[in-house]
């Protein structure tokens, strides 16, 4: 990932707009007329060869005979001519480049080719990607960089740059606008024009052959201009690069998705998309106006911490459609002390039943809604009051608007509805004018609440502290592998019941004993040894499901029946799967758990983001009940208890005191599975089901493996997030025989994060940190601990044979990249208790070592004048030590690597 010269796109000092052709009005002529008309302040240079003038303004003959050197230049020319362009641009040192065109190559021509055939359809696709790569390839020697291509273009309103073919000028505002369609970015500007809503980008992505939603997340995130970031996406390509951009960006402001459900690609993939979203903490809406209105939500409201809703009205009619609304949306009302309920009857309507929705009736004015506020805000139990107001006999709604703003300017949300038109105009507008989120209708404001809720949850996922995983369990890597080599050297694509038996105890999942037959008789004696009820299953890596060929036959009592049974199995699986390979029959002792939920457990493969778990309603009516959630993978214990909450299933579990269950258990599951994905590339697709659970604990009755040979360059990629890198871990032997563990820090540590500043003189924590800290909070401590490994690396050193979170930890060393991974900032934290017997040496060495295998080029940091203990270890590494000008007090250290 990079934002190297996305500056020159976004923040051009001088333009270069390139074109051909003796037709007047065209691209160029058009988006020469927009930077114009926009009020860009630099030069801008049209470059055609057939025209004299463009727009008005002279033209230049060629690139070689412009008087300046253009920072941004956009072609219009046909996407062909590009790499040729590209490398004279280059030569003359522009930095950036927009390729607008009326035809692109590999998605729009190639879709229409696809209807001729597959080979018209792959040419186009090769010429495409051909194109594509030409392209880079003469860029690449300037580090220039390429915008789209595209048929619209952007916009940069706080820049007065209008690079676009859009008819109309954004507005200027702190909203950035990304849109994969050139056609519904027009939609969505002339939507925004016509409710007031300004931009400071909206930029039509295009094909993203260079420059893509990653990048872009990782620019605007530094933009002070933006306060928010709106995407309409269709599909992405670097998975990687997109997750560990959008966690980043969401981190420090809202991120909003409005993304089509694309059927043809399937459910599945669909709700990937949704497991991504929500692990990156971004928020996912269905329209245009849930996609605006969410960004004002976000940027106006203050935050909620569940979903819990407290409804003041003079209407109970209008209260209960609003709390029919919000419990549609999965949202809940909050319970009313009985004290409150009482203060709240006694000062506006005695001898009235309060509770929540709070009917002050239609007579309430000013007075009874500030009574009523002032007693409800004090109520713990609530996230935010919704304030309704309907039309009266007695027109009081702007007296109770100023009654309601003098009291929104405390923690809690506040949000309003005030139903009708014209005659409610002037309340409306008082509440824009204090910052209080106002909406027409109450459905408006429920769907803004749940958004509101939505988007903390998927934040707390970014900033939660998973608890320790309830029991520690080590993989049997090696025997998983052995069984899946053996079966892919056999030409084999998926694993029969015995072999996935071996997977998952290898994981330690509990799986029902299985006993392997070959033939009908030896299904038969097998029942006669285990002398109990047996169920028969067929054996093929060739039948995913055995239910569907009359494969599985259960509460078989004596060997006879099996015999006969395991010989009509076989006549039936032959015939209705005549190619299937039969390797023999497994057959199991009965189980019996009274009171046993059926789950299901399973893996699959995405197009765009790889693996991805499942948890859901199992049995042989799964799919139909279709009760499933999804998420990326790896796992820890938090996120392995989001995505069972995320299911119908998980209420009953959770709530059914007459079947108790553990769900820690379940969540434990969740992560072996999870790791499986890490640790096995090759599995591609799995179902554990049925998965047992009761309070005699978790069964795994059933399994189906698919697996596939993997090309060892790319398995380190197919993962979205980057699992722990347990090749980073390191033991080091003092010579007093006393040895210490560093390794990257986990979320669990963040307890011993904590403990190790609390441990620490106030005055090396302030040498640290920069400022006096008493204690870590949990979000800052958070930060520090919550990595994504792809960007951003902490080596804690630990006891070598401690567990996360409970062994103490003596110091901590950090690197932070930035995007285009050139620079790295670094920073360290060691007890004062173990100085002098050489951690803080051992670590800053190791974190030099790690900058300079990631091709980092400077390491660097910023240390206080009077910390010597640490200019003095500088001094040691070599470090470049420099005053800086804006604090005389802080000097700046530099390591040039590589």
């Known amino acids: ?143 220039l960089r390429v915008m789209g291509p595209d048929h619209l273009g952007y916009a940069v309103p706080s820049a007065d740059l209008n690079a676009s073919l859009s008819a109309s000028r ?32 909206v930029i039509s992505v295009g ?177 935010g009051i919704l304030v309704l107001h309907a039309p009266s006999s007695m027109d009081r709604s702007m007296e109770s608007a100023r009654t309601l703003v003098e009291r929104a300017g405390g923690r809690r949300l506040i949000m309003t509805c005030w139903i009708g038109e014209s005659s409610v105009q002037s309340a409306r507008e008082m509440f824009k004018s204090a910052h209080i989120p106002t909406y027409q209708a109450p459905g408006e404001a429920v769907e803004a609440f749940m958004r509101l809720a939505q988007h903390r949850r998927n934040q707390e996922l970014l900033m939660e502290t998973p608890p320790s995983i309830p029991e520690e369990f080590t993989p049997d890597t090696e025997t998983a592998r052995r069984v899946i080599q053996i079966a892919l050297i056999a030409g084999r694509r998926r694993l029969n019941a015995y072999e996935t038996s071996q997977i998952l105890s290898a994981y330690e999942i509990p799986v029902a004993p299985l006993h392997f037959a070959s033939t009908p008789e030896a299904a038969s004696e097998m029942a006669l040894e285990l002398k109990v009820p047996v169920a028969l299953k067929i054996l093929s890596p060739d039948i995913a499901s055995k239910s569907e060929v009359g494969g599985v036959a259960f509460g078989l009592s004596n060997p006879l029946q099996v015999l006969v049974a395991a010989s009509d199995m076989l006549a039936r699986v032959r015939e209705l799967a005549p190619e299937a390979v039969i390797d023999g029959f497994a057959v199991q002792a009965m189980q019996s758990r009274h ?28 799919e139909v009940i279709d009760d499933m959630a999804y998420a990326l993978p790896p796992l820890n214990m938090q996120l392995a208890r989001d995505l069972m909450s995320r ?154 044979d401690g567990v996360p979170g409970k062994t103490t930890i003596w110091g901590v060393v950090r690197c932070n990249a930035d995007p285009n991974m050139e620079k790295a900032e670094y920073s360290i934290l060691v007890d004062r208790a173990m100085t002098g017997i050489g951690l803080g040496p051992m670590l800053m060495r190791y974190i030099i070592e790690y900058a300079r295998k990631l091709g980092i080029k400077e390491l660097y940091g910023e240390v206080l004048r009077e910390n010597e203990a640490m200019l003095r270890l500088n001094r040691a590494l070599n470090f470049k030590i420099q005053a800086t000008f804006d604090d005389p007090g802080v000097l700046h250290v530099s390591l040039p690597l590589n």
């Open 1 to 143: 990932m990079t934002i190297r010269n996305l500056e020159y796109l976004f923040k051009p000092r001088s333009i270069a707009i390139v074109g051909r052709g003796k037709r007047a009005g065209g691209f160029d002529a058009t988006v020469e007329f927009n930077l114009i008309e926009g009020g860009f302040k630099g030069p801008v240079m049209p470059v055609n060869p057939d025209q004299q003038a463009v727009s008005g303004v002279l033209a230049y003959k060629n690139i070689d005979s412009l008087p300046l050197v253009p920072e941004l230049a956009i072609l219009t020319t046909p996407v062909e001519e590009a790499p040729e362009l590209i490398g004279q641009l280059g030569a003359r040192g522009t930095k950036a480049v927009l390729l607008l065109s009326r035809e692109v190559l590999q998605d729009h021509r190639g879709a229409k080719a696809a209807l001729l055939g597959p080979e018209i359809s792959r040419r186009y696709t090769d010429e495409g990607e051909s194109l594509k790569q030409r392209i880079l390839a003469a860029a690449k020697p300037y580090l």
């Open 170 to 201: 954004p507005l200027l505002g702190h909203i950035a606008l990304l849109c994969q369609s050139a056609a519904v970015m027009r939609s969505l500007l002339d939507w925004a024009t016509s409710h007031e809503i300004g931009f400071s980008h």
């Open 207 to 383: 094909m993203r052959w260079d420059v893509d939603f990653g990048d872009l997340l990782d620019y605007l995130l530094r933009d002070s201009h933006t306060r928010a970031i709106l995407m309409y996406m269709e599909n992405t390509r670097n998975r990687r690069k997109f997750v560990s951009a959008a966690r980043a960006a969401a981190r420090v402001k809202p991120v909003i998705v409005l993304k089509p459900r694309d059927f043809r690609a399937g459910s599945v993939e669909d709700a990937v998309y949704d497991a991504v979203f929500q692990r990156a903490g971004i928020l996912r809406v269905d329209n245009i106006e849930q996609l605006f209105a969410a960004a004002e939500t976000l940027a106006t409201a203050k935050p909620v911490f569940s979903n819990r809703l407290m409804i003041l009205s003079n209407s109970y009619s209008l209260a209960l459609l609003t709390s029919d609304a919000l419990h549609r949306y999965g949202g809940q009302l909050t319970r009313i002390s009985e004290e409150t309920r009482a203060q709240v009857a006694r000062a506006c309507r005695p001898d009235y039943p309060i509770e929540n929705p709070v009917d002050l009736g239609d007579m309430a004015g000013a007075e009874e809604y500030g009574k009523a506020l002032d007693l409800l805000l004090k109520e713990p139990g609530t996230d």
């Open 595 to 622: 009171g046993a939920y059926e789950l299901m457990v399973g893996v699959r493969t995405g197009r765009r983001f790889g693996p991805v778990i499942i948890f859901g309603h199992g049995g042989t009516e799964a």
């Open 647 to 800: 299911t119908r299933l998980y209420r009953q579990l959770r709530d059914n005191r007459g079947r108790p269950v553990d769900l820690d258990e379940i969540a434990l599951t969740l992560i072996k599975v999870s790791q499986m994905v890490v640790d096995l590339a090759e599995v591609v697709e799995m179902d554990i089901n049925p998965l047992w659970i009761n309070n005699s604990g978790l069964l795994a009755l059933d399994a189906n493996v698919s697996i596939e040979t993997v090309d060892p360059t790319t398995v380190s990629q197919r993962l979205a997030i980057l699992p722990y890198p347990k090749e980073l871990e390191k033991l080091f032997v003092l010579p007093d025989g006393r040895r210490f563990l560093m390794r990257p820090i986990l979320p669990e540590d963040e307890p011993q994060i904590i403990d190790l500043v609390r441990r620490m003189p106030a005055e090396d924590v302030r040498m640290r940190f920069f400022q006096p800290i008493r204690e870590l909070s949990h979000d800052m401590a958070a930060r520090l601990t919550q990595l994504d490994y792809n960007r951003e690396m902490a080596i804690a050193m630990t006891s070598p």
